[in-house]
């Protein structure tokens, strides 16, 4: 009875352990995406550490396990893992701003990042699978079979974690309370195989997993109650809504952001009225296109946009189209959007829903979505999305397209390559700088509006020639965006890096 015990243990360890692994990497994007965002370059660093620390593990414990096979020693291992994971949540804060502070390229900082807070109970968790087989291991008759069934174990409980993080633990228990869970989780695991000594080091690692669980709750309760700060994960990036006072208007504002630069959307408090200077530049539509009666925007965020259309186009229609619902019931909560029959709403990928849609069947898009790094989602900007947009227009249709770039310098390499990703569908295709005190080397918003004939330009009140005004030009196009390559979040980290981002 012993025996299967001792065997259903380990084999359970070494499950759980596999299952562990996946979770806290794909948590692991999370914890550090409100410091240096959630792009491309963040997984492949995480990704590329984590496998490299596991690495580092299976040979240690493969060396270990030939000179001392004891499960107190696995025990011990894991739950020194424990520790290790508790040392993230303790210092993940301190870490993580330090690096957003230091100017650099940002594939080193991720690098950085994800070996400081991931590599080592990563290693630790390596050690785990090739110990365990050296325990199980009888003769050499039957090693190929104990090998092969340990390594299943561990690769079937990294898919259920893989699973288990994506649909249930992001979304309803939040990255730092999966620590949390990843820590107490190997802290059982260890004390299942074997006895718990009371030593200095196992109670210095309950300690700091104390703190760090204590610390972590007592700031957010701290950041929620006094600074109105709300941090939380959805299906799709993590959240953060936060108050503030402008700086300018000394008016103060509500801002709900999934990336560490920039805000997606905000509002004044005391009248709901938008904060960024941007929003203004979709009224271009009724200069461009007067008629509009149909207009689709892809990015929903607070929805600032849609409610500032339609409370200033009552007769108009609006469909709507955001990723992630959860954003939609933030924006219900928190940023004043209602119900109306004018608004329809869709939850799915932009790109996938213009691939679906109707020909001809708008008089206007809005494109204001963002992912890391100030960018819209590549999916968003290549020539095929460009050609959907253009397809879904109504004859006179017009485009107008929120970017995020600067005008000039290294900087401006997106701008320019979507520029002259529009030309090639567009006829007509115009750049406003949406601040004209702003550098043009300086990240700023920058409006396009495309036209499927040729725009018109008629008569404009003073607001709209206000607008007009801003027109600016780029010096040389860049090179057209493919689905099959589109270096978006290539040039806007060369862009953030040249600005010391």
């Given at each position: 009875?012993?025996?299967?015990?001792?065997r259903?243990?380990?084999?359970?360890a070494?499950?759980?352990?596999?299952?562990?692994?996946?979770?806290?990497?794909?948590?692991?994007?999370?914890?550090?995406?409100?410091?240096?965002?959630?792009?491309?370059?963040?997984?492949?660093?995480?990704?590329?550490?984590?496998?490299?620390?596991?690495?580092?593990?299976?040979?240690?414990?493969?060396?270990?396990?030939?000179?001392?096979?004891?499960?107190?020693?696995?025990?011990?291992?894991?739950?020194?893992?424990?520790?290790?994971?508790?040392?993230?949540?303790?210092?993940?804060?301190?870490?993580?701003?330090?690096?957003?502070?230091?100017?650099?390229?940002?594939?080193?900082?991720?690098?950085?990042?994800?070996?400081?807070?991931?590599?080592?109970?990563?290693?630790?968790?390596?050690?785990?699978?090739?110990?365990?087989?050296?325990?199980?291991?009888?003769?050499?008759?039957?090693?190929?079979?104990?090998?092969?069934?340990?390594?299943?174990?561990?690769?079937?409980?990294?898919?259920?974690?893989?699973?288990?993080?994506?649909?249930?633990?992001?979304?309803?228990?939040?990255?730092?309370?999966?620590?949390?869970?990843?820590?107490?989780?190997?802290?059982?695991?260890?004390?299942?195989?074997?006895?718990?000594?009371?030593?200095?080091?196992?109670?210095?690692?309950?300690?700091?997993f104390?703190?760090?669980?204590a610390?972590?709750?007592?700031?957010?309760?701290?950041?929620?109650?006094?600074?109105?700060?709300?941090?939380?994960?959805?299906?799709?990036?993590?959240?953060?809504?936060?108050?503030?006072?402008?700086?300018?208007?000394?008016?103060p504002?509500?801002?709900?952001?999934?990336?560490?630069?920039?805000?997606?959307?905000?509002?004044?408090?005391?009248?709901?009225?938008?904060?960024?200077?941007?929003?203004?530049?979709?009224?271009?539509?009724d200069?461009?296109?007067?008629?509009?009666?149909?207009?689709?925007?892809?990015?929903?965020?607070?929805?600032?946009?849609?409610?500032?259309?339609?409370?200033?186009?009552?007769?108009?229609?609006?469909?709507?189209v955001?990723?992630?619902?959860?954003?939609?019931?933030l924006?219900?909560?928190?940023?004043?959007?209602?119900?109306?029959?004018?608004?329809?709403?869709?939850?799915?990928?932009?790109?996938?829903?213009?691939?679906?849609?109707?020909?001809?069947?708008?008089?206007?898009?809005?494109?204001?979505?963002?992912?890391?790094?100030?960018?819209?989602?590549?999916?968003?900007?290549?020539?095929?999305?460009?050609?959907?947009?253009?397809?879904?227009?109504?004859?006179?249709?017009?485009?107008?397209?929120?970017?995020?770039?600067?005008?000039?310098?290294?900087?401006?390499?997106?701008?320019?390559?979507?520029?002259?990703?529009?030309?090639?569908?567009?006829p007509d295709?115009?750049?406003?700088?949406?601040?004209?005190?702003?550098?043009?080397?300086?990240?700023?918003?920058?409006?396009?509006?495309?036209?499927?004939?040729?725009?018109?330009?008629?008569?404009?009140?003073?607001?709209?020639?206000?607008?007009?005004?801003?027109?600016?030009q780029?010096?040389?196009?860049?090179?057209?965006?493919?689905?099959?390559?589109?270096?978006?979040?290539?040039?806007?980290?060369?862009?953030?890096?040249?600005?010391?981002?």
């Amino acid at each position: 009875m012993r025996s299967f015990f001792a065997r259903f243990a380990l084999e359970a360890a070494v499950f759980v352990c596999g299952a562990l692994v996946m979770v806290f990497e794909i948590i692991g994007s999370r914890i550090v995406a409100p410091y240096i965002g959630t792009s491309t370059y963040i997984w492949t660093s995480l990704i590329g550490v984590i496998l490299a620390a596991l690495s580092l593990g299976y040979w240690i414990g493969g060396r270990i396990a030939d000179r001392k096979p004891d499960v107190k020693v696995l025990a011990s291992a894991i739950f020194l893992a424990g520790g290790a994971v508790s040392v993230t949540i303790l210092i993940k804060d301190i870490v993580l701003a330090s690096i957003q502070a230091v100017s650099g390229p940002l594939e080193l900082r991720a690098v950085i990042a994800a070996t400081l807070l991931f590599a080592p109970a990563s290693v630790l968790l390596g050690f785990v699978t090739p110990y365990a087989v050296k325990l199980r291991t009888i003769s050499l008759e039957d090693s190929g079979r104990t090998v092969g069934r340990l390594y299943a174990l561990s690769t079937i409980g990294s898919i259920c974690g893989t699973f288990a993080a994506g649909f249930f633990l992001i979304p309803f228990v939040g990255s730092t309370r999966t620590l949390y869970l990843i820590a107490g989780s190997l802290f059982a695991i260890s004390l299942v195989l074997a006895p718990f000594a009371l030593t200095r080091l196992n109670l210095s690692v309950l300690i700091i997993f104390a703190f760090g669980t204590a610390g972590s709750e007592a700031m957010a309760y701290y950041l929620r109650t006094v600074h109105k700060r709300i941090d939380l994960d959805t299906e799709y990036s993590r959240v953060q809504i936060y108050e503030a006072v402008h700086t300018e208007t000394g008016r103060p504002y509500r801002a709900i952001a999934t990336d560490p630069y920039f805000a997606q959307s905000a509002m004044y408090l005391d009248d709901g009225s938008p904060v960024f200077e941007y929003v203004k530049f979709f009224g271009l539509v009724d200069h461009f296109k007067p008629d509009s009666k149909r207009v689709l925007t892809i990015g929903g965020a607070g929805y600032t946009v849609p409610r500032e259309y339609l409370k200033h186009h009552p007769a108009s229609r609006m469909d709507v189209v955001e990723i992630d619902p959860k954003m939609t019931d933030l924006a219900r909560r928190y940023f004043e959007l209602e119900d109306d029959p004018r608004l329809t709403i869709f939850h799915q990928d932009g790109r996938v829903f213009l691939n679906q849609a109707p020909p001809n069947r708008y008089d206007a898009v809005f494109v204001d979505a963002f992912g890391s790094l100030f960018s819209i989602p590549f999916q968003l900007t290549t020539i095929e999305a460009v050609r959907r947009i253009h397809d879904s227009l109504n004859r006179n249709g017009v485009v107008i397209a929120n970017i995020g770039s600067a005008l000039s310098g290294d900087a401006s390499r997106f701008l320019s390559a979507e520029y002259a990703t529009y030309q090639q569908i567009f006829p007509d295709v115009r750049l406003f700088k949406v601040r004209p005190d702003k550098p043009n080397e300086s990240l700023q918003n920058v409006i396009l509006v495309a036209c499927k004939n040729e725009c018109m330009d008629g008569p404009a009140d003073q607001q709209t020639a206000s607008l007009l005004k801003s027109l600016v030009q780029i010096e040389t196009p860049g090179a057209v965006l493919y689905d099959d390559l589109a270096p978006v979040e290539f040039y806007n980290s060369v862009g953030m890096s040249s600005l010391g981002k």
